[in-house]
């Protein structure tokens, strides 16, 4: 019986789980939710052309295969700093919020979207200029 009872409380859940409309919202807690989404699509581009910069690397620098290590590695180190900046600059553009609730984190998803885009932008810049 217990089963059952854990089994129907699991699908009543799966519907909420569902990807909100974020062209149409219409209340503040799907603002929040679609703030997840957009950073979590965002860092999925960031990812992608992070890996296609390191990519464009390794073949512009296949006849120079330690200079490219080396630029490889300074584009790591720079990704792991930007990533530490982004946090702490969004922490900053969020601290008027109280750091528990869901505006911070709406305002810090919002402030990481907008700094990810633009990162994106660098990174498809310097990958193009290869």
């Known amino acids: 019986m217990k089963k059952n009872i854990i089994l129907a409380g699991a699908f009543l859940v799966l519907p909420a789980l569902a990807r909100v409309d974020c062209q149409n919202i219409t209340v503040g807690d799907q603002d929040y939710l679609c703030s997840i989404y957009e950073s979590q699509d965002v860092t999925v581009e960031l990812n992608k052309a992070y890996k296609e910069y390191i990519s464009k690397i390794r073949q512009s620098y296949s006849s120079h295969v330690s200079l490219g290590e080396k630029l490889s590695r300074k584009v790591r180190l720079a ?52």
């Open 79 to 130: 990704q792991e700093r930007w990533k530490s900046y982004m946090i702490e600059e969004c922490n900053v553009y969020a601290f008027t919020a109280s750091e528990n609730s869901s505006l911070h984190s709406l305002l810090v998803n919002k402030c990481t979207v907008k700094m990810t885009k633009n990162r994106i932008k660098d990174i498809n810049e310097q990958k193009d200029s290869l």
